[in-house]
């Protein structure tokens, strides 16, 4: 049990383009989602905190207006870059929890923007 | 807010030796302790977690202690294997709800067979 899926796990897009992000709890309902970024050879940091039907709460210094968030229902959450440029490039990981504290990740998603 | 600090950021460990982690966190009132571990281009996942009420928690080869006094957690690995190899990173969740969970700095961890 507990399986979160995220879709795509790699892209590669030009400068400019907007890139969607999947994240998906297969057997649970996910009352909460939390997307976060990582770099090589560090640690996970958390961009925002998604409730099902209510706006995504940003951490300090994440431009809410670049990054998208959308948690349409008990089991999707979406990120949305808007306008991705090379220093978006990053390891991009969702994870999703229901009422308790433990978070389940998803395989995360590689993307290069050129 | 919340502050975990997490040593060492690198490990070598001989194969069948243990190895141990520790992490410091800020927030006296932080509740949930989890560890995860994460190989590379890979999802993090949850070994072992620890909440406030407990001192310690073992499972097979894998432990976590718990000092709330000292607002300290450390994770023991016993006998060691290569498939250990990872980056291990531990969490807290601070109060004030909302479940945002706090991560530590890592610690790459090498099996040396």
């Known amino acids: 049990g507990a399986v979160v899926s995220q879709h795509p796990s790699w892209v590669i897009c030009k400068s400019g383009t907007s890139v969607k992000i999947e994240c998906r709890s297969l057997d649970f309902q996910a009352t909460t989602m939390f997307w976060y970024r990582q770099f090589p050879k560090q640690s996970l940091m958390l961009m925002a905190t998604s409730n099902e039907g209510s706006k995504a709460t940003y951490e300090q210094g994440v431009e809410k207006d670049k990054f998208l968030i959308n948690h349409a229902s008990l089991t999707l959450s979406t990120l949305t870059v808007t306008s991705a440029h090379p220093e978006d490039s990053s390891f991009y990981i969702c994870?999703?929890?229901?009422?308790?504290?433990?978070?389940?990740f998803g395989p995360g998603t590689r993307l290069l923007v050129l | 807010g919340e502050n975990v600090e997490q040593h060492p950021s690198t490990l070598s460990v001989q194969e069948g030796d243990s190895a141990v982690i520790k992490c410091t966190y800020s927030?006296?009132?932080?509740?949930?302790f989890p560890w995860y571990k994460q190989e590379l281009g890979k999802r993090p996942q949850l070994i072992i977690d620890?909440?406030?009420?407990?001192g310690e928690k073992k499972d097979q080869r894998i432990a976590v202690t718990l000092n709330k006094t000292a607002k300290h957690f450390s994770l023991h690995i016993t006998e060691t294997q290569p498939e250990d190899s990872a980056v291990y990173f531990c969490?807290?969740?601070?109060?004030?709800?909302?479940?945002?969970?706090?991560f530590g700095t890592g610690t790459r961890l090498t099996i040396i067979p």
């Open positions: 969490a807290a969740i601070p109060s004030g709800g909302n479940e945002k969970l706090t």
């Open positions: 927030d006296s009132a932080s509740n949930y």
């Open positions: 620890i909440r406030s009420n407990v």
């Open positions: 994870s999703a929890s229901s009422r308790q504290e433990t978070q389940y």
